[in-house]
Every structure is written in structure tokens, then in C-alpha cells.
Nanobody
């Protein structure tokens, strides 16, 4: 059974930092694109950051560029999201995701992703 288990998140003040982690089990994703998405109340799920299979290519939404960093460890089968200079508009439920197909590029929409984490609440207070 394939699982993506998230950790991290919580409540932080504006300007603070949080780190999200996502650990995969049941199969390796060392050849697969992984990403982080978020969904705020009343809004659609949107891409935050994506990393290709070897970490050589990344994509960031404009709203988080320069503040968030995505990274992966293919030995540990994990993907992390370091979030700095957090703003109230970053408040959302964050999800990690993984693509079933190997060696795809940085996929910026939710459709290609086959596996999803359970979601983690991030709340940034003003």
C-alpha cells in the first residue's frame, strides 16, 4: 500500500518559518516528480512547488518564489518544503503529491499526480 505521510505545519506568526515533510512508503519515488499543493477555504487546490525526480528542476508559484524551498532525499524517499517569511495569505491545507509515471518534468497541475498526502494545516496569523 502506497502512502504519503506528512508532518510539520501548525500555527505561526507573520514572518515566521515552518517546514513540511512528506515521507513515502510502499514504493520508491526516486524516479518520480513530487510536489506540494495547497488549498485555502473556498478556493481550488493550487500548486506551490514541484521538484523533478533528481532535484535538477524545480517550479515555484509566483506567490511563494524566493520564500519557499522544495527539496527531496531519494534515499529516504522524502520531499520537504521549507517555508520562510510566511504571510497570512499562505494559510491553507498543504498536500504533498507524487506522480506515478517516472521521469516526467515539473508538473504544475493536480491532474497528473496519483498519490496524495493526508493534508497539513498551516495557519499564519497577522
Amino acid at each position: 500500500q502506497v502512502q504519503l505521510v506528512q508532518s510539520g505545519g501548525g500555527l505561526v506568526q507573520t514572518g515566521g518559518s515552518l517546514r513540511l515533510s512528506c515521507a513515502a512508503s510502499g514504493r520508491t519515488f526516486s524516479h518520480n516528480t513530487m510536489g506540494w499543493f495547497r488549498q485555502a477555504p473556498g478556493k481550488e487546490r493550487e500548486v506551490v512547488a514541484v521538484i523533478n525526480w533528481n532535484g535538477g528542476d524545480t517550479y515555484y508559484a509566483d506567490s511563494v518564489k524566493g520564500r519557499f524551498t522544495i527539496s527531496r532525499d531519494n534515499v529516504k524517499n522524502t520531499v520537504d518544503l521549507q517555508m520562510n517569511s510566511l504571510k497570512p495569505e499562505d494559510t491553507a491545507v498543504y498536500y504533498c503529491a507524487a506522480d506515478r509515471q517516472p521521469y516526467t518534468g515539473v508538473l504544475r497541475t493536480t491532474t497528473p499526480y496519483d498519490y496524495w498526502g493526508q493534508g497539513t494545516q498551516v495557519t499564519v496569523s497577522s
